[in-house]
């Protein structure tokens, strides 16, 4: 049995602390509000977001950061992306040089560009760190529904020991050393849902939302590349994996923000009404940010930046990635191209 705390007590950061409390650790879960932990303590239940879902009774709640982190074994950092800093500065003066902490959050910081892992390290520089990522609902979750994920970090004995310590008959973790192709996926798959979900609220079919998934998942590896990370990652669960599951599932947040946008909501109705914090918002202007940094062409992020941030109709952008210069769909390698093919200026 080992010692967990979870930092945030939104749907994910609860699933996750349900999921270790019923495998025998001792979980204690910090709550940023005392209203909020005071309702869990006497509750033991978020009903909007788990019906019919009441928590372990042996899950601890505390709002005293010191508490949260003395003696702890792993911390589980699972704030909303635009709070990883913050919260993590707030932490610092109390957490333990070589203590051990996965992210569980997706996204990417819009000032800095980092990565929720990079954040970290920024932050609490004497730590162990590594992300937990993958095609992972908290809805499904909750209820023991069969789940893979991927435990990832250049520490392998961190990433293993975060795999041993989630892994249950029906949570399968995977390791990877690829930290940040984990977390690109992760944060741009978001991005792309956003785009899935415009194409359902349009209401243009099963072909244009097959196209933004293929050509979305193309847009990942291009970025990926450009920045090192591998191409087996973004064709993995933490890419590809979460990729389908945030652009097809009745659960996905940033899926039903962008059907709203599709439907004729503007952005800020349709993020009011979804009414939890939409991670592709956020990441749609760093994955830009990114997109210029390392030069990568990422045209479905590219219009989604214009529908979020500068008042372009979904309707619009769906013609213009219509209507891009002609081009072949892949980058193939010049000696697999038959000779008619080859230095071809749209390659």
Not at 217 to 228: D, N, P, T, V
Request: net charge negative; with cysteine.
């Amino acid at each position: 049995m080992k010692k967990v705390t979870v930092i945030g007590c939104g749907a994910w950061g609860m699933a996750l602390a349900s999921h270790l409390a019923g495998l025998g650790h001792s979980v204690l879960v910090w709550a940023h509000d005392e209203g909020v932990r005071d309702s869990l303590r006497k509750e033991r239940a978020l009903p909007k977001v788990f019906p019919g879902i009441t928590f372990p009774e042996y899950i601890r709640y505390t709002c005293d950061m010191e508490e949260a982190v003395t003696g702890r074994d792993l911390l589980v950092f699972a704030v909303a992306s635009p709070f990883t800093r913050s919260t993590a500065e707030r932490f610092a003066p109390y957490i333990a040089d070589g203590q051990k902490i996965v992210s569980v959050t997706k996204g990417i910081e819009d000032k800095t560009l980092m990565t929720q892992t990079q954040i970290l390290r920024s932050v609490l520089p004497n730590t162990r760190i590594a992300a937990l990522s993958g095609p992972t609902h908290a809805e499904e979750v909750i209820r023991s529904k069969p789940t893979l994920i991927v435990a990832a970090s250049p520490d392998r004995e961190l990433a293993e020991y975060v795999q041993d310590l989630f892994i249950a008959p029906y949570f399968r973790v995977y390791t990877s050393p690829d930290e940040l192709g984990v977390e690109i996926g992760g944060s741009l798959k978001n991005v792309i849902a956003l785009a899935a979900g415009m194409i359902d609220g349009l209401g243009t079919g099963d072909n244009s939302k097959a196209a933004i998934i293929t050509r979305g998942m193309y847009e990942m590896r291009a970025l990926a590349e450009k920045m090192g990370a591998m191409d087996e990652t973004i064709t993995g669960l933490s890419g590809i994996g979460d990729l389908i599951v945030t652009c097809m599932s009745v659960h996905s947040r940033n899926h039903r923000a962008g059907e709203l946008i599709g439907q004729g909501l503007s952005v800020e109705e349709a993020m009011e009404q979804v009414g939890q914090v939409v991670e592709g918002y956020y990441s749609a202007k760093s994955a830009m940010g990114l997109a210029e940094k390392y030069g990568a062409s990422l045209p479905i992020t590219a219009e989604i930046n214009r529908i979020l941030f500068e008042g372009k109709s979904p309707q619009d952008a769906l013609v213009d990635l219509m209507l891009r210069d002609r081009k072949m769909e892949s980058v193939f390698r010049q000696e697999d191209l038959p000779e008619c093919w080859k230095n071809d200026s749209s390659h």
